[in-house]
């Protein structure tokens, strides 16, 4: 079975300051992953992906995230906080076959100290 | 062009009521996912539609939840009943096609609350 877990369910950190949040994944087949950002009262905006390829993965607002297989990881990482970064995020993992539903994480939410 | 949209954005049952909740996907996409997501955490799975084809409901919580999709398109969530813990956020979410690489587009959601 597949599952997602996320280490840290509140992160602070400073403007200007490296962003962090950790996800680990369990699947016996090659996973895709996404990181989606939730802001309040809005729905899940995608971030980022991985499906094949290239194991850095850019993706919008200066987010990136990098597969590394050996250590079942997919940690999002950002060089220099902003205030509109503050927001909740969660990993996610498309199901291998069939109906292909997102397994999700716990969610990290993400506080931005000025 | 336009996202996912629902309706209504928050909703108030009393214990026992019916509610229906309801989804607009993007135009054209096949699938549709419905999630429920409970305070502080993950959404979780519900119920899985290809075109108007439900292929997957292994994530209703009880008989009480029925969805549908009857012309493909516009999709409802309806639970029979509500209990207390039904109080949770109603996601919707289309994809383009089926596949595990294609994202999934979420709705803003709705809020139900059960009192």
């Known amino acids: 079975a597949q599952s997602v877990t996320q280490l840290g369910s509140h992160v602070s950190v400073s403007e200007g300051a490296l962003v962090l949040l950790r996800c680990n994944y369990s699947s016996s087949v090659p996973p895709y992953l996404f990181w989606y950002v939730q802001y309040p009262n809005q729905g899940l905006q995608l971030l980022l992906k991985?499906?094949?390829?290239?194991?850095l993965v850019k993706g919008i607002n200066g987010f990136e995230a990098e597969f590394k297989k050996s250590e079942t990881s997919f940690h999002l990482t950002k060089p220099s906080a902003h205030m509109s970064d503050a927001a909740e995020y969660f990993c996610a993992v498309s199901g291998s076959s069939g109906t292909y539903k997102y397994i999700f994480g716990t969610g990290t939410r993400l506080k931005v100290l000025a | 062009g336009a996202g996912v949209s629902q309706s209504p954005r928050y909703k108030v049952a009393k214990r026992g009521q019916d509610v229906a909740l309801r989804c607009d996907p993007i135009?054209?996409?096949?699938?549709l996912f419905w999630y429920q997501q409970a305070l502080g955490q993950g959404p979780e799975f519900l119920t899985y539609f290809q075109n108007e084809a439900q292929l997957d409901k292994s994530g209703l919580p009880s008989d009480r939840f029925f969805a549908e999709r009857p012309e493909g398109s516009v999709s409802t969530l309806k639970i029979q009943r509500t209990q207390q813990e039904d109080s949770a956020v109603y996601l919707c979410?289309?994809?383009?096609?089926?596949?595990?690489?294609?994202?999934?587009?979420f709705g803003p959601g709705t809020r139900l609350t059960v009192t």
């Open positions: 991985y499906t094949t390829g290239a194991t």
């Open positions: 979410a289309s994809s383009q096609a089926v596949g595990p690489s294609y994202e999934q587009y």
């Open positions: 135009s054209g996409h096949v699938s």
